[in-house]
């Protein structure tokens, strides 16, 4: 089992960046793909970006592509997303989630087996 807590997240005018960090204790992290999902109000969660244990393989959600980057550092136990150029529609509550399957960073739900609690990013018109 592994634990997720994210952090980073807060208010910044549309045009800006954060970065989202979330780290992970327990089971040895390089087992796990880490995806970032998020859920705006009123909407379902959806994925954002994902990333394979070695770092290699990456995966984004179309209308992020070119602004936000998802890394790792196996080392720290940590995934990061960098978001840049944000938008009034990124603010949502972002997730991190780790799934067994660490070769395939998947877009999907179903495939992650651990959460975390959640951070908000609010951006401002």
């Known amino acids: 089992q592994v634990q997720l807590v994210e952090s980073g997240g807060g208010l910044v005018q549309a045009g800006g960046s954060l970065r989202l960090s979330c780290a992970a204790s327990?089971?040895?992290?390089?087992?796990?793909?880490m995806g970032w999902f998020r859920q705006a109000p009123g909407k379902e969660r959806e994925f954002v970006a994902a990333?394979?244990?070695?770092?290699?393989?990456?995966g984004y959600k179309d209308s992020v592509k070119g602004r936000f980057t998802i890394s790792r550092d196996n080392a720290k136990n940590t995934v990061y997303l960098q978001m840049n150029s944000l938008k009034p529609e990124d603010t949502a509550v972002y997730y991190c989630?780790?799934?067994?399957?660490?070769?395939?960073?998947?877009?999907?739900?179903?495939?992650?087996?651990?959460w975390g609690q959640g951070t908000q990013v609010t951006v401002s018109s």
């Open positions: 989630a780790a799934s067994a399957r660490r070769n395939i960073p998947s877009n999907s739900e179903g495939e992650y087996a651990y």
């Open positions: 327990g089971r040895t992290f390089s087992s796990y793909a």
């Open positions: 990333i394979s244990w070695t770092g290699i393989t990456t």
